[in-house]
């Protein structure tokens, strides 16, 4: 199973799916990562798509079980979002999913076992996309 480059799909989605997507990384997947995250629906009432976006993510970069972990973990996921160059909520549904997917390896993994714990992430993820993909009748 190789470690799949999600970012190069993003583009081609309609922003409904985008934000399909990343509302699953940051409520579903990210529960693998050990982050009991649940939004504050007050704030996320009546808000416009992309702030909505906005908001949510706000409150999920809040939610930070080992602060000195998601800090770095959030540092790698940026620069390695920042190579890939997208733009709007391309670039910040490639950012979350990175900083998901890195999350996962618990502490105490040995290389090889984050490897393959980050190559099944990225496999989830990839089939997370295409499945929300087909539902906005775009294919991968």
Known sequence: ??????????????EAALQEFIEWCMLDQSTAAGLEFKPDQSKLK?????DYSKQLVDQFMKVRPDPIRAGLVAVIAGKQADKHELTGLAA???????YVKYLIPKD???????DAILAKASQHQYEQLVEIAKKHGVNL
């Open 1 to 14: 199973m190789s470690n799949l480059e999600l970012h190069q799909y993003l583009p081609q989605l309609p």
């Open 46 to 50: 009546n808000l416009a798509p992309g």
């Open 92 to 98: 910040v549904v490639d950012f979350v999913s990175l």
């Open 108 to 114: 105490g993994s040995n290389p090889e076992e984050a």
